[in-house]
């Protein structure tokens, strides 16, 4: 463990010069991380696992990376809790899963990956345990648990086990898609994790439907739990080798299938929140992280060494209108150091920008605006003192849209994936207050408004001086 703690923070030393490395977000010591996996409270910790490479910065031989936390925001580095066996169930990957407390023996339900990761039938589910607090992990000799989808589903995926426990049984829901149909989430049962027995889709999706949020041919990574008076089943939605955005459906759940009502993007910030995997705490409340991905070059990765970040831990809620309430958990105020006050910031038509004295790559925005007349308003951050570099963070009153304007983030052409504009539908009412939470963690943007709605982005800025806040407001309603 001794030589295992030097490396990673000697790794960690190595990489802190970079300054699109994020310094309070979670990210491994070095190369690639995607998804957050089988997050659970041990013994008064939490443990995050993650989908890592740990060899390159690039997606590839998926291990299960962990660390631990008191607090849920100050992580320490553990070994790496699965590695793809040389011959085995899962010798082309451990892919995403998650981890139960089975009468007091901690088990990952996991993908085991064996030859073309791309074929359904490759993709099996494989159980480890750990007897040691979590941070050696057993494979069980009898993998796979399940070896395949269900005969005569014509599935376009079957990956990411999701257990909960329903008095004395057990019930998985694997990410998976029906050929021609669309993403679907299929449902199992078992006494003990070991034998699981096929029941039937928990929902299908419809791939041809697009009056409400298209979610596309496979649903990854399914989360189902029960919030309020709802159920709450979110995915990610995968389409043409895609993983394109995560969402949520609310619903109810009758006789072991879930009826949706409503279907809602999870963050407007598509695959920069991607993969979520919740934590239901001591409370019965569900706490949430996604995957940051990357939106610069793979070179730009690859001479990095690193590549994708953990959002902060999000507190779900249900609010009154039916929708999902999203806020960080309370735990992230700890992070907050000396602060600065600003009040009565008046914008006019002919005053329209205001340049806040405060600077940094690193910090928490907390503003209420009352866009007034307003028809277009925001905070700009990571600006440069000649405005060649800016981004903005934007209320459209026209459009009623609640959007990260990324187009003039960076000069380098290496930022082109990352000129383009992040936005969805978003309303503050006649009186009503935009209140935002702005994180700025070096390239991390995450934007909480109104505890409705989420952006979550990243910029590369190329000055050393793009550090700049600032306020906008543009035209006057007649
Ligand atoms: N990432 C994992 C899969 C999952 C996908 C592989 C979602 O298990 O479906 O790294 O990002």
Same mark, same amino acid.
């Given at each position: ?6 490396? &990673? /923070? ?11 490395? +994020? ?85 990952? =339900? ?39 989808? +269900? ?10 086990? #999701? ?23 299929? =449902?199992?049962?078992? /006494? ?38 709802? #159920? ?33 993007? =999870? ?8 993969? +979520? ?25 690859? &001479? ?10 999000? &507190? ?14 309370? &735990? ?28 940094? /790559? ?10 007034? /007349? ?20 934007? #209320? ?33 009412? +006649?009186?009503?207050?935009?209140? =935002? ?42």
């Amino acid at each position: 463990m001794n030589s295992f703690r030097s490396q &990673a /923070k000697r790794l960690r030393e190595q990489m802190a010069e970079d300054p699109h490395r +994020p310094h309070y977000h979670f990210l491994p010591p070095s190369n690639w991380m995607n998804d957050p996996n089988g997050v659970i409270e041990w013994n008064g910790q939490y443990h995050l696992f993650y989908q890592h490479n740990p060899n390159h910065p690039f997606w590839d031989n998926m291990h299960w990376g962990h660390a631990v936390s008191d607090d849920l925001v100050h992580w320490v580095d553990l070994p790496i809790a699965l590695t793809p066996s040389t011959s085995g169930a899962d010798e082309a990957g451990c892919w995403s899963g998650c981890t139960v407390n089975n009468n007091g023996v901690p088990t990952i =339900l996991y993908t085991g990956v064996k030859g073309d990761f791309r074929l359904p039938h490759n993709q099996r589910i494989c159980i480890a345990t750990s007897t040691n607090d979590l941070v050696l992990w057993e494979k069980y000799t009898g993998n796979p648990v399940i070896s395949h989808p +269900p005969d005569g589903l014509n599935v376009t995926g079957f990956r990411d086990p #999701y257990v909960w426990q329903e008095g004395q049984v057990w019930y998985m829901a694997i990410g998976s898609g029906i050929q021609d149909i669309g993403g679907a989430v299929l =449902l199992y049962r078992s /006494k003990d994790l070991y034998g699981w027995e096929y029941m039937h889709p928990l929902c299908v999706g419809d791939k041809h439907e697009t009056s409400t949020l298209w979610t596309g041919s496979v649903w990854e990574v399914p989360q189902f739990f029960r919030l309020g008076d709802k #159920y709450v089943l979110i995915v990610t939605v995968w389409d043409n080798d895609q993983t394109l955005y995560s969402a949520y459906f609310t619903g109810s759940y009758r006789d072991h299938h879930f009826i949706p009502e409503a279907v809602h993007k =999870l963050d407007f910030g598509n695959q920069h929140f991607c993969a +979520p995997h919740t934590m239901i705490d001591s409370q019965g409340l569900p706490i949430m992280w996604g995957w940051i991905g990357e939106s610069r070059s793979n070179e730009a990765q690859q &001479a990095a060494g690193w590549a994708g970040v953990m959002s902060l831990p999000r &507190a779900l809620s249900l609010r009154a209108d039916g929708k999902l309430g999203v806020c960080p958990v309370q &735990a992230v105020e700890t992070l907050r150091g000396e602060h600065q006050r600003l009040t009565n910031i008046n914008l006019t038509s002919t005053s329209s920008d205001f340049s806040i004295d405060m600077q940094g /790559k690193t910090f928490e925005i907390v503003a209420d605006i009352d866009p007034a /007349k307003a028809l277009y308003c925001g905070i700009k951050v990571r600006c440069s003192p000649n405005s060649e570099e800016e981004t903005y963070i934007f #209320y459209d009153a026209v459009r009623k849209r609640l959007g990260v304007d990324r187009r003039q983030s960076t000069i380098l052409q290496d930022g082109e994936k990352s000129h383009d504009v992040h936005e969805g539908e978003f309303e503050v009412s +006649p009186g009503e207050t935009l209140c =935002l939470r702005v994180f700025i963690d070096c390239s991390v943007i995450e934007v909480y408004a109104n505890n409705s709605a989420c952006i979550t982005s990243r910029v590369y800025p190329s000055r050393s001086d793009s550090t700049r806040v600032g306020v906008f407001a543009q035209g006057q309603a007649r």
